[in-house]
């Protein structure tokens, strides 16, 4: 057989063999949704936000100065936030959850999870 005839014939049944094997799903595990509320300018964007149960939601700290996230029924309550820090709550039972900075108590939100 010539050096030509013998890689095609190599190649062809390669072919053959790799659409034989059985597809392979590759699936990415899904974490829950996720959302973001941005800490900026003294106040909280978007100011009020609504999630499905089961939600994480992640405050950032987007000030030069701190902040915190607490709800009025303690429900959820950050540490003090510096510039860049994080805080994520998940969302778990329906219900309506307002919060405020409590350094600066007129910054205030409201998240409506369903």
């Known amino acids: 057989m010539k050096r ?7 190649a062809a049944s390669i072919v053959l063999v790799l659409a034989a094997l059985p597809a392979v799903e590759v699936s990415i595990a899904a974490g ?15 100011t009020t936000l609504t999630v499905k149960a089961g939600t994480q939601i992640t405050w950032t ?3 030069d100065i701190p902040h915190t996230v607490v709800s009025d029924d303690q429900s959820f309550k950050s540490k003090v936030l510096d510039t860049d820090e994080k805080f994520t709550f998940t969302a778990s039972k329906p219900g309506t959850y307002s919060y405020f900075c409590s350094i600066h108590p007129k910054m205030a939100g409201k998240v409506v999870v369903e």
Not at 32 to 46: G, Q
Request: cysteine-free.
């Open 61 to 63: 700290n987007g000030d």
């Open 4 to 10: 030509g005839n013998w890689i095609v014939s190599v």
């Open 32 to 46: 829950p949704p996720a959302v973001e509320v941005k800490i900026d300018n003294f106040s909280f964007t978007p």
